[in-house]
Structure formats: structure tokens, C-alpha cells
């Protein structure tokens, strides 16, 4: 087993177990909707009206099908650390990564949630409404995601 970091204890391994145990559901909520949006991206270049999009729009849509993809690897990766790791007495290890992993994939998740409301605008209503639209998408998760858990630890 790896030696905990230089200041700190080592945890007991039901805790450990119980972190990963928890950081798994959490995975898990966020796996199901990238999941769901990844698989809704896939099927956009198989409709008529896909050919419509500008080149731009089109350029958009790639990144934000790549950014899905990756948000999907980053949340799936703990599993796969588990697997191969899971037995050779690298718990902690794992954790630690699975947490690692899980503040990506909320980055990830958010990215993709405020990059399909940017293509999703530009196509319906133009460019302006789109960046406002991703801005206030991606302050709206900005604030619930990062600044309500922070001020709510300050107390």
C-alpha cells in the first residue's frame, strides 16, 4: 500500500472504502446524463438538418461531441483503476484518483451543458443570444457548483 502524504494519517480502510463507495454514486448521476447527452450528440450528423449548420456551427459541434467523449472517460476511468488496481492493496490510491476524476467530470459536464446551449442558440436565435445564453449557463453552474458549497463551508 502507498504511504499516505507527508502531514497526514492514513485513513482506515473502511473509510476509504466508504469514500470510494460514495464517490461511485456520484459518478454514477454524472455518468447517466453525459451518457444520455453524448448519445443524443452522436445522432445530430444523421439528420437533414445537420447540413445546414454553418461551418462554425459544425466546428462547435465537434468540440462539444470531443468534450463528451472526454467528460465519458474521466468519469468511467475510476472503474477501470478499480478493476486493475483493486487488489494489489492501491485503495487509497484509487480514491484519491476518483476524486481527481470526479472534479473533472463535473468541469467536463458543465463545459458540454453550457457548449450545447452556445450551438443550440446560435442555430435558433444567432450568435449574440447564444454567447449570453452559455455565459449565464456557465455562471449558473458556476455558482451552484462552486461558490454555494464554498460559502456554505465558510460557515
Known amino acids: 500500500m502507498t504511504s499516505p502524504p507527508v502531514g497526514r494519517r492514513p485513513r482506515p480502510p473502511q473509510q476509504i472504502t466508504r469514500n470510494f463507495n460514495e464517490l461511485l454514486q456520484e459518478l454514477r448521476v454524472m ?5 444520455i447527452l453524448t448519445g443524443f450528440l452522436l445522432t445530430v450528423p444523421f439528420t437533414e438538418r445537420f447540413t445546414e449548420l454553418t461551418e462554425t456551427q459544425q ?3 465537434l ?3 470531443v468534450a463528451a467523449v472526454l467528460t465519458t ?7 477501470c483503476y478499480h478493476r486493475l ?3 494489489r492493496g492501491e485503495r487509497e490510491w484509487i480514491v484519491a484518483a ?3 476524476c470526479a472534479l473533472a467530470g463535473l468541469v467536463g459536464l458543465a463545459t458540454v451543458s453550457a ?3 452556445l450551438l443550440v442558440f446560435d442555430v435558433v436565435l444567432g450568435r449574440v443570444a447564444a454567447l449570453t ?5 456557465a455562471l449558473a453552474f458556476t455558482l451552484m457548483w462552486a461558490v454555494v458549497p464554498w460559502r456554505g463551508r465558510a460557515r
Open 59 to 61: 466546428r462547435i459541434y
Open 85 to 87: 488496481l483493486f487488489r
Open 133 to 137: 445564453a452559455a455565459a449565464a449557463v
Open 115 to 117: 457548449a450545447v446551449v
Open 31 to 35: 455518468q447517466t446524463g453525459v451518457q
Open 63 to 65: 468540440g462539444i461531441l
Open 98 to 100: 476518483a476524486q481527481r
Open 73 to 79: 472517460l474521466v468519469i468511467v476511468a475510476p472503474v
